[in-house]
């Protein structure tokens, strides 16, 4: 048994045929459209490396289906911005050195992407608090934590 | 690891999810958020021959103000409850729980019915279900029936359901209470619990009227502790009292050993935190 799937990703829009209703999402991503910048790490959702943007919501790519996401915006860590152009949230990863290996930092960007948009992001605790799903082996996350930090400022400063 | 071959079907009615689980003869598994499921799958510890999702089922995702009732369509996610304004007026001890269920990105997909279903000992949502005494309303091949969570949970991972069975809503009663506190330790935020508990209180022209209590992560299931709501009902309240309770609470309990805490441990904790919440229920001022 096999289908097609019609997905909107970074906004284009891809039909690919002959997927395995047991394709997760991450390995559509990667090995079927070439969007290699959705890592894997564990696929069982605990390091959230493999987070993308599932009509606006942050989702694990590696607890979906291909087939379920027919229909579907995604946006994955290439739509964010590109070298030349980083979007604001990558800007402050760089600014902040909030990443070394870079292994962690799609899943940290598009977690981080959901959690601006869903929290006020006040406290330091709950900016912990809005990453503890994802793992990070290099930084020891404070450099990821002042990210977001400053990224949530700049936002309720362009809000006031 | 990747999941085992199958097949997949997504009906747009339960009557047609019943039927094909039906179809199934037992190899088939309902897909909900699929944030417990799809681990499985990838490890191959399930290898289910057909996928029923129910994510094509318009109207099982609702919260519905019925008065003294809030009903939760089953294909609910966890975070629409934690951003329900409803829910934090109505079941203030379930908004307190919901951020401590996973991280966001589980909470955006994962669904009550399939919380309930998969009966994590250590999960908020069958621990909420068993302190409120939720009905839970199934729909198999003979029509709907409803169920208790003390008959539902039967045991670590396992529900009472037949195979042909789905969850379509919880019915959650308001509770009478002008005090409340959910207390929970895990190892890291968002993961499952070590203990925890839920309290609820209402006062009455001395000392209490009424008082609930249910714990979770000291047994295989959930647990409502109706020997320590009824010690706390018959409690003078002073000073000592959240003392006393929580030795109560601490005595009501049997934790085992396993791998992420030892038994004693447990109990301190779940102690600890007894304490804790009474103290923090009591404070309240209606
Ligand atoms: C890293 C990680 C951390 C987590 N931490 C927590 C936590 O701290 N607390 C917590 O509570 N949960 C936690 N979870 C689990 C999460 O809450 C799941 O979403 C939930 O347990 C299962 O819901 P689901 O909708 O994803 O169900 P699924 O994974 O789709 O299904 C789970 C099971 O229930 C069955 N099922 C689903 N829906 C129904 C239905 N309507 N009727 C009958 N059977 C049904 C399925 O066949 C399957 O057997 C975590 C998950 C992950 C990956
Ligand atoms: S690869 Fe998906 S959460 Fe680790
Ligand atoms: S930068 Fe290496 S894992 Fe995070």
Redesign the pocket.
Same mark, same amino acid.
Request: aromatic share 2%; hydrophobic share 45%.
């Given at each position: 048994m096999t289908s097609n799937v019609s997905v909107t990703v970074n906004g284009e829009s891809y039909h690919v045929s002959d997927v395995e209703p047991r394709m997760l999402l991450s390995d559509f991503l990667r090995d079927r459209l070439g969007l290699t910048g959705t890592h894997v790490g564990c696929e069982?959702?605990?390091c959230g490396a493999c987070t993308v943007l599932v009509n606006g919501d942050s989702a694990r790519s590696c607890?979906m289906l291909a087939i379920q996401t027919n229909g579907a915006e995604i946006v994955t860590v290439e739509g964010l911005g590109s070298p030349e152009h980083l979007n604001e949230l990558q800007a402050q990863f760089r600014e902040h050195h909030g990443l070394q290996c870079g292994f962690c930092t799609p899943g940290m960007l598009m977690t981080g992407e959901d959690l601006l948009r869903k929290y006020p992001l006040a406290t330091d605790e709950e900016i912990r608090e809005g990453l503890s799903?994802n793992l990070c082996r290099c930084t020891g996350y404070q450099n990821i934590v002042a990210a977001i930090r400053s990224a949530a400022a700049k936002r309720s400063e362009q809000a006031s | 690891m990747k999941p085992a071959k199958f097949d997949y079907v997504s009906p747009s009615t339960v009557e047609a999810a019943v039927a094909a689980l039906v179809a199934s003869n037992g190899e088939g598994?309902?897909?909900?958020?699929?944030?417990?499921?799809?681990?499985l799958l990838n490890f191959r510890m399930a290898r289910p021959s057909i996928l029923v999702d129910?994510n094509g089922i318009e109207g099982l995702s609702y919260i519905e103000d019925r008065d003294d009732r809030i009903a939760v369509g089953?294909l609910t996610r966890?975070r629409d409850l934690e951003h329900s304004p409803l829910i934090a007026s109505k079941l203030p001890v379930m908004s307190a729980a919901m951020r401590?269920?996973? $991280?966001l990105a589980?909470r955006n997909?994962?669904?009550i019915?399939?919380?309930l279903? $998969?009966a *994590?000992p250590a999960?908020?949502?069958p621990m909420l279900a068993t302190f409120y005494d939720a009905t839970i309303l199934v729909q198999g091949p003979s029509g709907r029936r409803t169920i208790t969570p003390r008959e539902f949970f039967v045991d670590a991972l396992t529900n009472c359901?037949e195979p042909e069975e789905?969850?379509v809503e919880i019915e959650f009663p308001v509770l009478k209470q002008d005090g409340w506190a959910f207390e929970e330790v895990a190892r890291r935020f968002? *993961?499952?619990a070590l203990a925890s508990i839920a309290v609820s209180v209402l006062r009455g022209p001395s000392g209490l009227e009424a008082a609930r209590v249910a714990v979770m992560g000291v047994a295989d299931t959930p647990r409502r502790l109706d020997e320590a709501e009824a010690a706390l009902v018959a409690m003078e309240l002073d000073d000592r009292t959240p003392d006393r309770f929580s030795e109560v609470v601490v005595s009501q309990v049997s934790p085992n050993d396993d791998l992420h805490a030892s038994a004693e441990y447990r109990k301190h904790l779940l102690g600890q935190l007894a304490k804790r919440a009474l103290q923090t229920a009591l404070a309240m001022k209606g």
């Open positions: 069982h959702g605990v607890l799903g | 598994k309902l897909l909900a958020g699929g944030q417990s499921l799809l681990p129910l089953a966890h401590h269920v996973a $991280h589980i997909r994962g669904t019915g399939g919380s279903s $998969h *994590d999960a908020e949502l359901l789905i969850v968002g *993961d499952f």
